[in-house]
């Protein structure tokens, strides 16, 4: 039988006197979702409460078919999870601690070290795993958390803000590793970040909460494919012309920042047209694509809608 | 100039370790990002900045002012680091508060200053809450308060968006421009590089110590002749369009993308090369996207400090 | 000519018992412990008296052997519930020793950086993950308090007899018992001072102190208030009490025995009760 990969219904949960998560329900089967949400609320929640640390004071939490309250240990065998914080042993090897963390979940002693060295060469600290943690760089700690997550190979990985802290270079490494493994399409992958270009690059679906509920889905893969109705250009020359004769040709013009215009082409105005325009006053198009809304306009959008306006 | 901080062949050191080697810089008001890898000197050009540290070697002047002068030098400057740590015990309102004493406010200009800073960040409600219980992201605002709090010109922040979530930092990015507006030189620094593309008037990119470039992000990108810029066109005939490109003389490369439906340009002539495509977008191709790949400090970043180091 | 590519591979081979898990936290800790010269040395220095011990079992009665070193030959030792009770008390002294060495780096590594989130997130309970520590401390303690007692003990009833071993036999169950409360009261000791102190050194000093405090400050409360009840904070005189008992020692103890029994719950239950606080996938702050 095919479970979605994770299912809440109606889950609610409470800190302390708080009622930190309400109501969540929501259904999960793709290959990754970014899950988004001002501070507060209720990411870190939903993450324990689907590894078991919290329990719901209603409804319920699914992954893989198994109840979070009562199949914790059976759930936790088949998630990685690399939280946001620090989490290493100053005084281990890479390579120990990852073979440690392989047998805590489950896989005999040899074997486990064999995926050890597998998942380090794997991130990319190849070179550096007989070195001890303590001494490893920013990057390299996060390289180490995200190669204990999947050393085990778990069906659905759980990143909590897997770019924190990481300079360029660093970053780009981890988005590829994300994507690789995305599109290996061996496992399903969570991702909690508050960068939303990081979600733009890797995820597929996005899930916004605020204040306990979820206020947004989107399919962004979806909402990519269809839209041909808008677009976003970047101009240079003299601009107010141009804008002023789309304008004449029915389409909706907005200014964005720092030379960018949205524009929504009038039905019977092709791309061919607003080239032709171009031509005639010599303006360069330096950018241009259909593009509805960025992940950051959905966003602050769902944030407006439920505050009645910010 | 007293408009400007100033650095003249400054170097430091930390016994035989660089921090910075040789720097020259002229920083107007507006906003000025830092970027560069870790350990490539943000943080000693920073601490030089606001006159924590002294020079091994050279001159900074800060608005005129040097190192030398603190009185007056600290007075215009406020600086927020990436340390997440705050004394004990302190709730919001007196994090901010109890620093301002210090400049010398008498009781009751600095509750005035301080409501003003809390109320700019939007922490009015948890001013009076313990420090330690925020979460990062109000922390990370709290500290953004402290830095600004006695209004000075010179605001250097490290790593002022770290934690922050998006609805928070676009208010904390006007918060920027706004002041920025008002004259102050704000300098901040940053890994999210797309960011620092849509925020700054002007980029400093630093490598292992060194200044690689600086100046508006533009400007810079046309100054690296070596590296002829690239544009990436998806379209339905790509291969048509690409035999129309190499009629041109400034296109020196295009290459077809993996999937058939896009090509890579390389022309040494951006200008000429989009006026072109005017012409050629009109003889029937279905264009879908153009986008610039290198206009941006990301691929200024990549061609002058490197991408994707091996971990050291 | 194949080119193999490496990429993510997913997992699907055999996975290890359930049960079996918290001895992975075992074979790890016994790894680190046996890394320290020092560590090793003292643990090898712990098994000189029990070797002394069984070289004086079998001197005692292989008479002749001492017949050319000119001695008395008569049996010197007199192996009964004494000898094993005194046997007990050094023991027991190196391993408080060799807790101070060992226990307060077991938990607070975890601690330090964050690891126990890593360690909850496994197929691993508190309860388990406590166990796995638990165990690192008792076996080794083990090995020098009632196994090598155990062998003393059988070693000398197969000099002595069955009938020697049957009238004796409690000896053996006050070896283990004895054994095991010093061992559960140093283990959970160590432990939670390992949770709750960052510092190995300072929690090494915390549990000699807590033991060496508890009895000064114990003889001081009954100096002062004359009453005998302050031993109830001095541990080593708990377990001494208790063991008197065991080993059917003569003698009138300062507390009763139930009274020792119970202060003594009452500690190791206290000391669990402070390790369960510190073991958290993840803190709440309010």
């Not at chain 3, 166990?131 to 690192?136: A, C, Q, R």
């Amino acid at each position: 039988m095919n479970h979605p990969v994770i299912e809440l219904r109606n889950l609610s949960v409470r800190l302390g006197s708080r009622e930190v998560l309400r109501d969540l329900s929501c259904s999960f089967s793709g290959s990754t979702i970014g899950l988004l949400g001002p501070n507060g609320a209720g990411k870190s929640t939903l993450i324990n409460t689907l590894l078991g640390f919290w329990t719901p004071s209603a409804g319920s939490a699914h992954i893989f078919g198994s109840d979070a309250r009562t199949d914790a240990k059976k759930i936790r065998s088949l998630v990685g999870y690399m939280p946001e914080n620090d989490a290493f042993i100053h005084n281990m090897s890479a390579v120990s601690f990852i073979r440690l963390m392989a047998e805590l979940s489950g896989l005999p002693s040899e074997t486990a070290l064999e995926r050890a060295h597998e998942s380090l060469f794997y991130v990319g600290l190849g070179e550096a795993r007989y070195r001890k943690l303590g001494s490893y760089s920013l990057g390299m700690k996060q390289l180490a958390k995200l190669a204990q997550a999947i050393v085990h190979g778990p069906k659905l990985l759980i990143l909590d803000e897997p770019t924190n802290g990481l300079d360029p270079p660093a970053r780009q490494r981890m988005i590829r590793l994300i994507r690789e493994m995305r599109d290996s399409g061996q496992m399903h992958i969570v991702l909690c970040s508050h960068l939303l270009r990081d979600v733009e690059e890797t995820c597929e679906e996005v899930v916004i909460l605020k204040q306990g509920r979820v206020v947004h889905y989107s399919n962004l893969a979806d909402e990519r494919r269809s839209n041909r109705r808008f677009l976003e250009l970047e101009l240079e020359g003299t601009i107010d012309g141009f804008v002023d004769a789309a304008r004449g040709l029915g389409c909706e013009c907005a200014p964005g920042a720092f030379h960018r215009w949205k524009l929504v082409l009038a039905d019977n105005v092709e791309v061919a047209d607003i080239y032709r325009l171009a031509a005639e006053r010599n303006i360069q198009l330096r950018r241009l694509n259909f593009r509805r809304d960025t992940l950051e306009d959905i966003f602050l959008k769902a944030m407006e809608s439920t505050n009645g306006g910010l | 100039m007293s408009d400007r901080i100033v650095f003249d062949n400054v170097s430091k050191f930390y016994g035989d370790v660089l921090g910075v080697n040789r720097v020259n810089l002229s920083i107007p008001s507006g906003i000025t990002s830092l970027v560069g890898p870790n350990g490539s000197g943000k943080t000693t050009l920073m601490n030089l900045m606001t006159g924590l540290i002294r020079p091994s070697r050279g001159d900074i002047r800060i608005l005129g002012l040097t190192p030398d002068q603190p009185e007056q030098l600290f007075r215009l400057v406020g600086y927020s680091t990436q340390y997440d740590s705050f004394p004990k015990g302190l709730t919001g309102y007196q994090c901010v508060s109890s620093y301002l004493r210090l400049y010398g406010f008498d009781r009751a200009r600095s509750e005035q200053l301080t409501w003003a800073a809390i109320d700019r960040v939007g922490l009015r409600d948890a001013a009076h809450r313990r420090a330690a219980g925020y979460s990062k992201g109000m922390r990370q605002r709290i500290r953004l308060a402290q830095s600004f709090a006695h209004n000075p010109r010179v605001l250097v922040l490290d790593e002022p968006l770290n934690g922050l979530d998006p609805l928070v930092r676009a208010e904390t990015i006007a918060l920027f421009r706004s002041l920025a507006k008002e004259g102050c030189h704000v300098i901040l620094s940053s890994h999210v590089l797309h960011e620092v593309d849509i925020i700054s008037d002007q980029v400093i990119l630093m490598s292992a110590g060194y200044v690689a470039a600086e100046g508006n992000i533009q400007s810079v990108r046309s100054e690296i002749e070596d590296h002829p810029m690239q544009i990436l066109i998806r379209c339905d005939r790509p291969g048509e369009l690409a035999s129309r490109f190499f009629a041109e003389d400034h296109v020196v490369e295009v290459r077809l993308h993996n999937d058939r439906r896009g090509l890579l340009v390389k022309t040494q002539a951006p200008d000429r090369f989009y006026l072109l495509m005017n012409r050629i977008a009109l003889d029937g191709f279905e264009v879908e996207s153009v986008a610039p790949c290198d206009d941006d400090v990301n691929s200024v970043y990549e061609y002058l400090i490197g991408a994707e180091e091996p971990t050291r | 000519m194949a080119v193999y590519k490496r990429s993510y591979r997913p997992y699907s081979g055999e996975i290890t018992p359930v049960w079996s898990r918290f001895l992975v936290l075992y074979r790890f800790s016994r790894r680190n412990l046996f890394r320290s010269k020092i560590q090793t040395v003292f643990f090898v220095i712990c098994l000189f008296f029990p070797l002394l011990c069984l070289l004086g079992i079998y001197a005692n009665s292989h008479l002749s052997a001492l017949a050319f070193l000119g001695q008395r030959t008569g049996p010197f030792l007199d192996v009964n519930g004494r000898f094993f009770s005194i046997y007990l008390d050094v023991q027991a002294a190196f391993a408080f020793l060799l807790t101070a060495f060992i226990g307060p780096g077991l938990v607070s590594p975890d601690l330090a950086n964050g690891a126990l989130t890593l360690y909850l997130c496994r197929p691993l309970s508190r309860t388990e993950y406590v166990l796995g520590k638990v165990s690192v401390l008792f076996i080794t303690l083990s090995w020098i308090t009632w196994l090598p007692g155990l062998v003393l003990f059988f070693v000398q009833a197969s000099i002595s007899g069955w009938q020697w071993m049957w009238d004796n036999l409690w000896i053996a169950g006050a070896i283990v018992i004895g054994s095991l409360i010093w061992i559960a009261v140093l283990s959970l000791a160590a432990l939670a001072l390992s949770a709750w102190v960052r510092w190995r050194i300072v929690a090494g000093v915390l549990l000699l102190g807590l033991f060496f405090f508890g009895a000064g400050f114990g003889r001081a409360i009954n100096a002062v208030l004359r009453t005998q009840q302050g031993y109830l904070i001095d541990l080593s005189q708990l377990v001494s009490i208790v063991w008197h008992d065991l080993f059917r020692d003569l003698g009138e103890p300062p507390l009763s025995v139930t009274e020792a029994w119970i202060a003594l719950l009452a500690f190791t239950s206290f000391c669990l009760y402070l390790l369960m606080r510190k073991i958290r996938a993840n803190e709440v702050v309010r």
